[in-house]
């Protein structure tokens, strides 16, 4: 019986798998805010190009008088749309490229694209939060210190409290801030760093600590404001995860690469579950 030579058509499948695992932990590694804001790929049904979140307001107690009805309440539901969006990057590698680099290049590749891939979806987050509600009570907000913007202890209190307000527990929410404002928050005396909490799953995450029970991100996305949310602020669903597919070019002797996903965000609840803190509000 002659030997049966397994090659690449028989191991293919296999090595675009584990790059595609390659490239989902990459994403996984590069993105600071898909933690942080809540998961809905559950509800993304094959065919749907979006998700409606329905939503409503809530009963009031009273109390029952004697020998007197009880009028009765009603709620009324309105919905948020997730609407999924189909985001991709290609690269095309040339043969000779690939047999004479000293470097696996295509994992290399795959790397760079997941984090670009990552910060996208992270940008998409915070422009969903960047929507937080202008309707009284406004959470946007300035800077209490008009004439140079400089992070102050008021600046995050007034914060918190808009969201305290909205019943959420300000121990699950969130501080986020570009390089811009890091050396103004790293001075408040209240600020905790991460590395005092005796754990390094919090600074893995891309904590940094924490202020009034609020955990402290910064992020390259985020310029001169800081943004405060709970996980309740904005959705995200993944229609479909990254998936990697590839396909020979003849024309240019070499591979064409393609990262895709398929992905939607949305502020929640009319945004009054995030703030804005700036200068220009």
């Given at each position: 019986?002659?030997?049966?030579?397994?090659?690449?058509?028989?191991?293919s499948a296999n090595a675009i798998a584990n790059v595609s695992a390659l490239a989902q932990s990459f994403l996984i590694?590069?993105?600071?805010?898909?933690?942080?804001?809540?998961d809905y790929s559950r509800l993304a049904v094959q065919g749907a190009s979006s998700i409606k979140l329905p939503r409503s307001g809530a009963f009031t107690v009273g109390t029952k008088a004697e020998n007197t009805a009880v009028e009765a309440q009603v709620i009324t539901y309105v919905s948020d749309s997730i609407t999924f969006t189909h985001r991709?990057?290609?690269?095309?590698?040339?043969k000779l490229a690939l047999?004479?680099?000293?470097v696996d290049v295509v994992t290399d590749a795959v790397m760079k694209a997941s984090k670009a891939l990552a910060l996208d979806f992270d940008a998409q987050i915070i422009?969903?939060?960047e929507l937080a509600s202008s309707s009284a009570p406004d959470h946007q907000i300035v800077f209490v210190d008009t004439s140079t913007d400089v992070v102050a202890k008021a600046d995050i209190l007034a914060a918190r409290k808009l969201l305290v307000d909205q019943k959420v527990n300000p121990r699950e929410c969130?501080?986020?801030?570009?390089?811009?404002k890091e050396a103004?928050?790293?001075?408040?005396?209240?600020?905790?760093?991460?590395?005092?909490?005796?754990?390094?799953?919090?600074?893995?995450?891309?904590?940094?600590?924490?202020?009034?029970?609020?955990?402290?991100?910064?992020h390259t996305s985020i310029t001169d404001y800081m943004l405060a949310w709970h996980p309740s602020a904005v959705g995200y669903a993944f229609s479909q995860n990254i998936e990697i597919d590839f396909d020979k070019d003849i024309a240019n002797i070499g591979t064409r690469y393609s990262l895709d996903s398929i992905f939607g965000a949305k502020v929640l609840d009319t945004g009054k579950?995030?703030?804005?803190v700036d200068s220009t509000n």
């Amino acid at each position: 019986m002659s030997d049966i030579l397994m090659g690449v058509t028989e191991t293919s499948a296999n090595a675009i798998a584990n790059v595609s695992a390659l490239a989902q932990s990459f994403l996984i590694q590069n993105s600071i805010l898909l933690p942080t804001v809540t998961d809905y790929s559950r509800l993304a049904v094959q065919g749907a190009s979006s998700i409606k979140l329905p939503r409503s307001g809530a009963f009031t107690v009273g109390t029952k008088a004697e020998n007197t009805a009880v009028e009765a309440q009603v709620i009324t539901y309105v919905s948020d749309s997730i609407t999924f969006t189909h985001r991709t990057v290609q690269f095309l590698v040339e043969k000779l490229a690939l047999k004479q680099s000293a470097v696996d290049v295509v994992t290399d590749a795959v790397m760079k694209a997941s984090k670009a891939l990552a910060l996208d979806f992270d940008a998409q987050i915070i422009t969903q939060l960047e929507l937080a509600s202008s309707s009284a009570p406004d959470h946007q907000i300035v800077f209490v210190d008009t004439s140079t913007d400089v992070v102050a202890k008021a600046d995050i209190l007034a914060a918190r409290k808009l969201l305290v307000d909205q019943k959420v527990n300000p121990r699950e929410c969130f501080l986020a801030y570009g390089s811009e404002k890091e050396a103004e928050l790293l001075a408040l005396a209240d600020f905790v760093q991460a590395e005092r909490y005796g754990n390094n799953s919090a600074i893995l995450l891309g904590e940094i600590g924490t202020i009034y029970g609020m955990k402290v991100l910064i992020h390259t996305s985020i310029t001169d404001y800081m943004l405060a949310w709970h996980p309740s602020a904005v959705g995200y669903a993944f229609s479909q995860n990254i998936e990697i597919d590839f396909d020979k070019d003849i024309a240019n002797i070499g591979t064409r690469y393609s990262l895709d996903s398929i992905f939607g965000a949305k502020v929640l609840d009319t945004g009054k579950r995030c703030v804005k803190v700036d200068s220009t509000n």
